[in-house]
Nanobody, 122 residues
């Protein structure tokens, strides 16, 4: 099994930045696809994107393209989400997830972080 622990969320003002971390333990993260999701109150869980072994990013959501950037450091067994130009609409609980299939569907991911709250004020 692999455990994912997220950190880096918080309360920020619109136009500022945050960097989320997703640290893995138990097994190496290098063999998994890592995806990022978010869920705002009253809304469905939204897929952001998935990053492969080499760091290639695919299927990133239109709502965050140009503002959010995914990366990973296999040596540190950690994935990251850099969030720039944050907007109030970005307020949500953010999740990282690991799986063996490149997918935008939450059910395709076996391992999940606990979620971290990001709140963006006007």
């Amino acid at each position: 099994q692999v455990q994912l622990v997220e950190s880096g969320g918080g309360l920020v003002q619109a136009g500022t930045s945050l960097r989320l971390s997703c640290a893995a333990s138990g097994r190496s993260l290098s063999t998994y696809y890592v995806a990022w999701f978010r869920q705002a109150p009253g809304k469905d869980r939204e897929f952001g994107g998935v990053i492969g072994w080499s760091g290639t990013i695919t299927n990133y959501a239109d709502s965050v393209k140009g503002r959010f950037t995914s990366s990973r450091d296999n040596a540190k067994n950690t994935a990251y989400l850099q969030m720039n130009s944050l907007e109030p609409e970005d307020t949500a609980v953010y999740y990282c997830a690991a799986g063996v299939v490149r997918s935008g569907a939450p059910r395709q991911y076996n391992y999940w972080g606990q979620g971290t709250q990001v709140t963006v004020s006007s």
